[in-house]
């Protein structure tokens, strides 16, 4: 099981960057899928989660904002965020929907003028 | 949300040693399917989270027995037995009843 992240980068407060997530090693279409993120030095933070049939749930932070998607056929999760602020700065993670497959090693977003 | 608290912040410990970590959820745990999806992470310095213990007392995979879980409803209990090296890093409760998902602050496990 393998999930590798990338999309990350500097971006200014108001705008926007797409995340993705390329998964290996299991059946991508059967498993529900979470991003969360960690700010620097700081603790775990759920963002949102799309089951197998793509129904999704956020986090009350990004609602309306972040917009959780995933691609079958390409094996790979993907995480838009629009409207970028400052406290969006975080370590972004992909991770199967247990929890226990190897996390994503994450990819950095900062938000920043 | 479901508020997790965990304590200590912080521990040092002998190698060889035991310690337990306490994690207590604003909410019961228990899912209206009986399940208490209740979890421990380990976060090694530089890594990402790993997951060793779910559903309060199960060991992940390949998850040595000095990592046992204990406990229901709101309170919960990591121990760790006969400390080694790798075991250092940060450890987080997080629960994944309902949504949303919500994880602990960390307790960092120094080795002294």
């Known amino acids: 099981v393998q999930l590798v992240e990338s999309g990350g980068g500097l971006v200014q407060p108001g705008k926007s960057l797409k995340l993705s997530c390329s998964a290996s090693?299991?059946?991508?279409?059967?498993?529900?899928m979470h991003w969360i993120r960690q700010a620097p030095g700081k603790g775990l933070d759920w963002v949102a989660y799309?089951?197998?049939?793509?129904?999704?749930v956020y986090a009350d932070a990004v609602k309306g904002r972040f917009t959780i998607s995933r691609d079958n056929a390409k094996n790979t999760l993907y995480l838009q965020l629009n409207s970028l602020k400052s406290e969006d700065t975080a370590i972004y993670y992909c991770?199967?929907?247990?929890?226990?497959?190897?996390w994503g090693q994450g990819v950095m977003v900062t938000v920043s003028s | 949300d479901v508020v997790m608290t965990q304590t200590p912040v912080s521990l040092s410990v002998s190698l060889g040693g035991q310690v337990s970590i306490s994690c207590r959820s604003s909410?019961?745990?228990?899912?209206?399917?009986?399940?208490?999806?209740l979890s421990w992470y380990l976060q090694k310095p530089g890594q990402s989270p790993q997951l060793l213990i779910y559903?309060?007392?199960n060991r992940f995979s390949g998850i040595s027995d000095r990592f046992s879980g204990s406990g229901s409803g709101t309170d919960f209990t990591l121990k760790i037995s006969r400390v080694e090296p790798d075991d250092l890093g940060v450890y987080y409760c997080?629960?994944?009843?309902?949504?949303?998902?919500?994880f602990g602050s960390g307790t960092k496990l120094e080795i002294k």
């Open positions: 991770a199967r929907a247990d929890l226990g497959a190897p």
């Open positions: 090693g299991f059946t991508f279409s059967s498993y529900g």
């Open positions: 799309i089951s197998s049939s793509s129904g999704t």
């Open positions: 909410q019961s745990l228990v899912h209206n399917n009986g399940n208490t999806y």
């Open positions: 559903k309060v007392s």
């Open positions: 997080g629960q994944g009843t309902q949504y949303p998902f919500t």
